[in-house]
């Protein structure tokens, strides 16, 4: 079974920058397309970035610029470095895992969240 871990959330001031780190555990031979999403409090969850294992990344039009995905496919991470955070940026963020590569890698799982807080 896939585990993720999260870490890097915090609180920071408009205009600053947090990281946000995401380990997937090892599943036999499988590679992972790995994703970012955040849900604010009374708001449905809303994609943030992608990054496919061939490193290619994906963003959702309201973080381009500001944020960058980054993976590391020996390690099973993905970072997420936020610069420039505003405080609509505000939210619970979640990394979701999809196995992929041989037919036994199938599935996706995700984290348990990191919050992330900015002020004004």
């Known amino acids: 079974q896939v585990q993720l871990v999260e870490s890097g959330g915090g609180s920071v001031q408009a205009g600053g920058s947090l990281r946000l780190s995401c380990v997937a555990s090892r599943y036999y031979s499988c590679k992972y397309d790995m994703s970012w999403y955040r849900q604010a409090p009374g708001k449905d969850r809303e994609f943030v970035s992608a990054i496919d294992r061939d490193g290619r990344p994906r963003y959702a039009d309201s973080v381009k610029g500001r944020f960058t995905i980054s993976q590391d496919n020996a390690k099973n991470t993905a970072d997420l470095q936020m610069n420039g955070l505003k405080p609509e940026d505000t939210a619970m963020y979640y990394c979701?895992?999809?196995?992929?590569?041989?037919?036994?890698?199938?599935?996706?799982?995700w984290g348990q969240g990191t919050q992330v807080t900015v002020s004004s």
């Open positions: 979701k895992a999809e196995l992929v590569g041989g037919w036994y890698c199938r599935g996706e799982t």
